[in-house]
């Protein structure tokens, strides 16, 4: 039934349908939403990871002191030997 990959003619004859369908002004106004739409999720991305970054030096001041690392399978052996 489907045997194949679509052709160009595929293509434009959907094309056509759905602009039939929709309309253009639709169509225009859904792809405008979904480039303001992208664009806030890029910003707000950016957001997230200067605060994300921000924050990781100021918590290493409050604390003053370096986190103690928990020692690992091997370290703890060998202190039992």
Do not use: C, Y
Request: proline fraction near 4%.
């Amino acid at each position: 039934m489907f045997s194949g990959t679509f052709s160009i003619w595929h293509w434009l004859i959907l094309l056509l349908i759905v602009i039939a369908v929709f309309g253009t002004k639709k169509l225009r106004n859904a792809g405008s939403d979904l480039g303001a739409a992208v664009k806030n999720f890029r910003s707000a991305m950016r957001e997230g990871e200067n605060e994300a970054s921000a924050a990781k030096p100021a918590e290493a001041i409050e604390g003053e002191a370096k986190p103690v690392s928990k020692p690992s399978a091997t370290q703890t052996s060998e202190q039992k030997n």
